[in-house]
């Protein structure tokens, strides 16, 4: 089985590798949605870290709400 981890990681972060290479342009992301000119509210950054932050995040969403899913099923069981 450890082979075959090894092979799926090696394949993600070629993935990543190349997702890295291909969006290295910058790109502006504003947290303002009246005014996206407005540089107060966002900031500029490789297009690959917004979508690796972006990907990330919604990682841990989805670790917390299996965590709380869990913690209810298991207080659910004890009544």
Known sequence: MKPLN???FF???LGVIFLALANR???SFSLN??????P????RAPLFVLLMGAIGFGILLGYI???VTSVMNGLAKNM
């Open 65 to 67: 709400r299996s965590g």
């Open 33 to 38: 949605p009246f005014s996206p000119d407005d």
């Open 25 to 27: 342009q910058i790109v």
């Open 6 to 8: 090894r092979l799926i």
């Open 11 to 13: 394949l993600i972060a």
């Open 40 to 43: 107060s509210y966002g900031f």
